[in-house]
């Protein structure tokens, strides 16, 4: 996992590029792009994935931690459910690492086919 500090510069702006980053990355795999092409693009994604998930799950975790020790107004059943949904979705996200790591290993393990030829060992890209 990348160990970032709280003075990496993280902006709003680099979020939203991230998030553009993959909503454009779905747009292209909609439009059916070559078999190597998709793998070339999603190559930095599934290995990047088995982090991204923890990630994920740990800033959802901070996101509650920051409400119940940084609240600004008081404490309330509205914060008490924020934390809450905050805690369970970083619950869910985490049980997505198993089955994630189990399918990312399946695709690393089977070659994409190319469309150029059938014969054994010819087609494929890893």
Do not use: F, K
């Not at 993280?10 to 078999?35: C, F, G, M, W, Y």
């Amino acid at each position: 996992m990348i160990d970032l500090t709280w003075d990496d510069a993280l902006t709003a702006e680099d979020i939203h590029r991230a998030v553009h980053s993959l909503a454009r990355l779905t747009a292209h795999l909609r439009v059916s792009p070559d078999n190597v092409g998709a793998a070339v693009l999603l190559a930095p994604l599934v290995h990047a994935a088995p982090a991204l998930v923890g990630t994920l799950a740990q800033v959802l975790r901070e996101v509650s931690r920051r409400l119940t020790q940084h609240g600004d107004g008081p404490w309330d059943a509205t914060v008490t459910s924020l934390v809450r949904e905050y805690l369970d979705a970083a619950t869910a996200v985490d049980q997505l690492r198993h089955p994630l790591n189990q399918t990312l290993r399946l695709l690393e393990q089977t070659p994409i086919r190319t469309g150029h030829g059938d014969t054994a060992g010819s087609g494929t890209c890893r």
